[in-house]
C-alpha cells in the first residue's frame, strides 16, 4: 500500500505510548487519524496537538473489550470519514496473570483487551475494508514476547535440579501475544492476493510508552483494580533480570515510539510481515526456534 496521503487510519490506544507515536507519524504522512482509545481526555489531547502540528485528527471514545463499542468506532469512521483504510489493533496491557495460583480477574482482563480486542477489530473493520474493495493494511500490535519463550531449554531438555521454583507471572502477556502472532500469521495466508495488506508488529521495550505504569494505575476494578506493589514485582519487575541471566547481558539500545512509527509505515508501503524494533533481540528469537528444531532432531532419533 503505496498510497497514504489522504486516507484514513485508525490506531486503537493511541492517546499515549506506541500507538501516540504511530498516530503522530500517520498524520505527518498526511492521513486522517482516529485516535480510538477508553481514556478520552487523553485522545482528544493527542488528537488537538496533532491538528495543532498541521495534522487532520480525531479522537473518538472505545472499549476494545466491548464488541459493541468496536462496532460503535467503526460506524462513525464509515459516517464521518468514509471508512478504515489502515487499522492498528495496538491497544493492550500487562496484567497480572500467575500460573501457580487461582488468580482469574487479571486473566480476563489480559485476554479482553489484548486478545479479544484484536478479534473485535478484526471481526469488525475487516468485512468492511473487503467490502469497499480498496487498497487496504491492517497491522496488529504483537510483541517480541510472541516470538520467544522463557528461555529456560537448552537443546530441547529442561533443566532439572533441587531449587525452589520461582514463578513469575507474564504467563498472560506471553500467552496472548503468541497468539496475536498465530492469528496474524494466519490472516496474512487468507488475505494472499487481495488488496488487503496484514503485518503483526513485535516491537521489544521503547521508552516513554508507560505500558507498565498505565496498566498498574488504570487495571478495571472488575479485573481486580490497581496492582499492588507485589503484583508488580511479580509481573514486570523481574522481565529485566531475567533476560539478562538466560541470554547474557547486552548494551542497552534507546528507541522511542517516533522510531518505531516510522518502521510500521516502512512496512505498510513495502508490504513486510513481522515487524521487529530491536535487531539485537534476534539472539532470543534464535534461542526459542533452536529448541523447537531440537525437538525434531529428538523425532527423528526416536526408536521404539
Known sequence: ??????????????ASGLGR??????????????????RVAAAEAAAQEIEHDGGRAVAIEVDVTDR????????????????????VNNAGVVS??????????GWRWIVDVNLFGIVYGLQTFLPRMIERGDDCHIVNVASLAGVVGGGGLQANRIQLGS???????????????????????????????????VSVLC????????IYENSARYRPEAFGGPMTPEEIEATVSRIDREREETYGPRKKVVRFPDECAARVVRAIRESHFFIFTHPETRAAVEHRF????????????FTP
Not at 165 to 192: F, N, Q, W
Open 290 to 301: 533452536a529448541q523447537v528444531l531440537a525437538g525434531f532432531d529428538d523425532a527423528t532419533g
Open 163 to 197: 531449587t525452589t521454583p520461582l514463578l513469575g507471572a507474564m504467563y498472560g502477556y506471553m500467552a496472548t501475544k503468541h497468539a496475536v502472532v498465530a492469528i496474524s500469521e494466519t490472516l496474512a495466508r487468507d488475505l494472499s492476493g487481495s488488496r488487503i495488506g
Open 1 to 14: 500500500m503505496n498510497q497514504l496521503d489522504g486516507k484514513v487510519a485508525v490506531v486503537t490506544g493511541s
Open 203 to 210: 516491537p521489544s521495550h521503547h521508552e516513554s510508552t508507560n
Open 21 to 38: 507515536g504511530i498516530a503522530e507519524r500517520f498524520a505527518q504522512e498526511k492521513m486522517t487519524v482516529v485516535i480510538a482509545d477508553n
Open 68 to 87: 459493541d463499542s468496536v462496532i460503535a468506532l467503526a460506524d462513525r469512521v464509515d459516517a464521518e470519514l468514509g471508512g478504515a483504510s489502515v487499522l
Open 96 to 105: 497480572f496473570s500467575p500460573i501457580s495460583q487461582a488468580e482469574e480477574k
